[in-house]
């Protein structure tokens, strides 16, 4: 399941390239991108949490992992990571960013 996710968040870069897919397999190959079960394990040692989304997208000529993570308390982290390197490069705690409601 969370292969899905991986595969259906990959951004095409040509719109007549080969399937979404292929391009994935084809960048680990080369070594421009970490293996899913590598990046996995790196998140469940470092950034403990269920993973919600998990997507291989290229920006700016960068394979770039985006994962959103349920952590305990329920805080909901978005991480972008460098796909090569599994290097944190943006963090975003979702709770963080939202104000305290106040009690009426």
Not at 30 to 50: F, I, N, T
Not at 72 to 95: H, Y
């Amino acid at each position: 399941m969370l292969a899905l996710c991986l595969l259906t968040g990959l951004v095409a870069t040509d719109v007549w390239a080969d399937s979404d897919q292929d391009r994935a397999r084809d960048a680990v190959q080369a070594g421009e991108v970490l293996p899913l079960k590598a990046v996995l394990a790196r998140l469940e040692r470092e950034h403990p949490g269920q993973v919600l989304e998990l997507e291989l997208e290229r920006e700016h000529g960068q394979w770039v992992y985006e994962v959103k993570l349920l952590q305990s308390g329920g805080r909901l982290v978005k991480l972008e990571l460098d796909a090569r390197s599994g290097e944190v490069l943006k963090r975003r705690d979702r709770n963080q960013d939202r104000e305290p409601r106040s009690k009426p």
